[in-house]
């Protein structure tokens, strides 16, 4: 079965003003769409068609990096839609515990994720992830992802331009100041991390 463009989890106009309709228009219903449209015709007829989407990208890692960038990127984009939320609330117990005592605080960690992010050179993600249950920031670069890395990823954020070029033009961390500000889905980490395994791209 072929892999379908998932829809947003809220409407376009939620993230409103930190991301635009206009952007979310383009990045989802252009974007995201594309990296499935392609997905889905390079293991049409193959032996990876049927499978689940972490497991093509994991046979594509290293052997056909044209196949992986666009299952990554498909994952990539499902997880962070999933990752904002209209209004992002705070972590709570047992995320809350584990983000002091990786970071000291909430605010610690939102620093150095706004310096993580603003600092990645340019195409790329930054990621909450945690391993061995320990909490930490990764960063991957261009299309690449954390969805068969052996971690689990909790949030991202996406740092392509086109995420945010057209609401910010050049200006990186003020598109990553709104987010971490009140965008960011912290019910949807603390999921991840009482899950302990990777989230799955639907379908
Ligand atoms: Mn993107």
Same mark, same amino acid.
């Given at each position: 079965?072929?892999?379908?463009?998932m829809?947003?989890?809220?409407?376009?106009?939620?993230l409103?003003?930190?991301?635009?309709?206009?952007?979310?228009?383009?990045?989802?219903?252009?974007?995201?769409?594309?990296?499935?449209?392609?997905?889905?015709?390079?293991?049409?007829?193959?032996?990876?068609?049927?499978?689940?989407l972490?497991?093509? =990208?994991?046979? !594509?890692? *290293? %052997?056909?990096?044209?196949l992986?960038?666009?299952? @990554?990127?498909?994952?990539?984009?499902? /997880?962070?839609?999933?990752?904002?939320?209209?209004?992002?609330?705070?972590?709570?117990?047992?995320?809350?515990s584990? =983000?002091?005592? !990786?970071? *000291? %605080?909430?605010?610690?960690?939102?620093?150095?994720? @706004?310096?993580?992010?603003?600092?990645? /050179?340019?195409?790329?993600?930054?990621?909450?992830?945690?391993k061995?249950?320990?909490?930490?920031?990764?960063?991957?670069?261009?299309?690449?992802?954390?969805?068969?890395?052996?971690?689990?990823p909790?949030?991202?954020?996406?740092?392509?331009?086109?995420?945010?070029?057209?609401?910010?033009?050049?200006?990186?961390?003020?598109?990553?100041?709104?987010?971490?500000?009140?965008?960011?889905?912290?019910?949807?980490?603390?999921?991840?991390?009482?899950?302990?395994?990777?989230?799955?791209?639907?379908?």
């Open positions: 079965m072929a892999f379908e463009l829809p947003l989890p809220y409407d376009s106009e939620a409103d003003p930190a991301i635009s309709a206009r952007t979310l228009g383009f990045h989802h219903g252009k974007h995201h769409k594309a990296y499935i449209d392609k997905t889905n015709a390079a293991v049409e007829g193959t032996d990876l068609a049927g499978k689940s972490t497991d093509v =990208i994991a046979a !594509a890692r *290293g %052997s056909n990096q044209g992986f960038n666009n299952a @990554a990127q498909s994952w990539n984009h499902g /997880f962070y839609w999933n990752s904002l939320a209209p209004s992002g609330g705070s972590p709570s117990g047992h995320l809350a584990k =983000i002091d005592s !990786a970071f *000291g %605080s909430l605010d610690e960690l939102k620093k150095k994720l @706004a310096e993580r992010g603003a600092g990645h /050179f340019a195409s790329g993600w930054v990621w909450l992830a945690e061995g249950g320990q909490l930490s920031l990764e960063e991957t670069h261009d299309g690449d992802t954390l969805a068969d890395s052996g971690f689990n909790l949030l991202t954020i996406d740092v392509w331009e086109h995420a945010y070029y057209l609401d910010y033009q050049n200006v990186r961390p003020d598109y990553l100041k709104a987010l971490l500000d009140g965008h960011l889905n912290w019910d949807f980490a603390a999921e991840n991390l009482e899950r302990g395994s990777a989230w799955n791209y639907p379908g």
